[in-house]
């Protein structure tokens, strides 16, 4: 379980699955821009390819849970498919140039970033929450495995900057979920210990980042791409959603 038994006084969200509604924002997004990478490598048909490696059912449009595309960042992810894919490299080396990997990030985070906020759909109603929290005397934070531009992206889009004190992506230097280097940044920045802060997430790479941090709590909710059962072994306690953490904060503080 978690470190200690701290008062909480600081909570540290994930982005995708826990602000917003993973399966109804995401995998038709994922599609369009597999799809749209694939054209760019002049091979509509990889798209199919490129979507099962990453962990997304091209059939149902449903994203696996602990897959590249459910928990990963966008490095990750290109990188298991270079790695997964016959001949990938060689193609993306033809249609992006000398840096193909680069060349594929920068495209599917363009993208995203272009896609995402007409898209987007809340898993709850969130400015009233961190207006609530906020107003309680609780730190808050935003920690995605998404960039961090789209972490800043999300926050104004649904109106909840004004309450948060960090913003940090797999790109703004501390490391990617599952390390906790996220984590420590979110206390160095609010002057709090890992035992007062909880790491709320919908994926084992957050629960398994809190624990390294060795936050005092960590909170799962069912609003990503994984099931009560994939959670419960790694969190502390799994909730439906984030709508649920001011109570389950006050019943047991």
């Given at each position: 379980?978690?470190?200690?038994?701290?008062?909480?006084?600081?909570?540290?969200?994930?982005?995708d699955?826990?602000?917003?509604?993973?399966?109804?924002?995401?995998?038709?997004?994922?599609?369009?821009?597999?799809?749209?990478?694939?054209?760019?490598?002049?091979?509509?048909?990889?798209?199919?390819?490129?979507?099962?490696?990453?962990?997304?059912?091209?059939?149902?449009?449903?994203?696996?849970?602990?897959?590249?595309?459910?928990?990963?960042?966008?490095?990750?992810?290109v990188?298991?498919?270079?790695?997964?894919?016959?001949?990938?490299?060689?193609?993306?080396?033809?249609?992006?140039?000398?840096?193909?990997?680069?060349?594929?990030?920068?495209?599917?985070?363009?993208?995203?970033?272009?896609?995402?906020?007409?898209?987007?759909?809340?898993a709850?109603?969130?400015?009233?929450?961190?207006?609530?929290?906020?107003?309680?005397g609780?730190?808050?934070?935003?920690?995605?495995?998404?960039?961090?531009?789209?972490?800043?992206?999300?926050?104004?889009h649904?109106?909840?900057?004004?309450?948060?004190?960090?913003?940090?992506?797999?790109?703004?230097?501390?490391?990617?979920?599952?390390?906790?280097?996220?984590?420590?940044?979110?206390?160095?920045?609010?002057?709090?210990?890992?035992?007062?802060?909880?790491?709320?997430?919908?994926?084992?790479?957050?629960?398994?980042?809190?624990?390294?941090?060795?936050?005092?709590?960590?909170?799962?909710?069912?609003?990503?791409?994984?099931?009560?059962?994939?959670?419960?072994?790694?969190?502390?306690?799994?909730?439906?959603?984030?709508?649920?953490?001011?109570?389950?904060?006050?019943?047991?503080?």
């Amino acid at each position: 379980m978690s470190a200690g038994a701290a008062t909480i006084k600081g909570l540290l969200f994930d982005k995708d699955g826990t602000l917003i509604d993973f399966q109804n924002t995401w995998p038709p997004m994922l599609a369009a821009s597999i799809d749209a990478l694939a054209a760019r490598l002049g091979n509509a048909a990889l798209a199919t390819e490129l979507m099962r490696a990453g962990g997304l059912d091209p059939g149902t449009q449903k994203v696996a849970g602990g897959s590249q595309l459910a928990e990963g960042t966008t490095d990750g992810l290109v990188s298991h498919w270079l790695a997964a894919i016959t001949d990938l490299e060689t193609l993306a080396e033809q249609h992006f140039g000398a840096d193909p990997q680069g060349a594929m990030i920068a495209f599917l985070d363009l993208f995203w970033r272009r896609a995402i906020q007409q898209r987007m759909v809340a898993a709850v109603a969130l400015a009233p929450l961190f207006e609530r929290l906020y107003l309680g005397g609780y730190r808050l934070g935003l920690a995605t495995n998404d960039s961090e531009e789209m972490a800043y992206a999300t926050s104004a889009h649904f109106n909840i900057a004004q309450w948060l004190d960090f913003h940090a992506g797999y790109d703004s230097g501390h490391g990617a979920k599952p390390d906790p280097g996220m984590i420590h940044a979110f206390a160095a920045k609010t002057a709090l210990a890992p035992p007062e802060i909880a790491m709320i997430g919908d994926s084992p790479a957050d629960m398994q980042a809190g624990r390294r941090a060795g936050v005092g709590l960590t909170i799962a909710v069912l609003t990503g791409a994984c099931t009560r059962d994939q959670l419960a072994p790694v969190a502390d306690v799994v909730l439906n959603d984030i709508a649920e953490v001011p109570a389950f904060l006050q019943a047991r503080f």
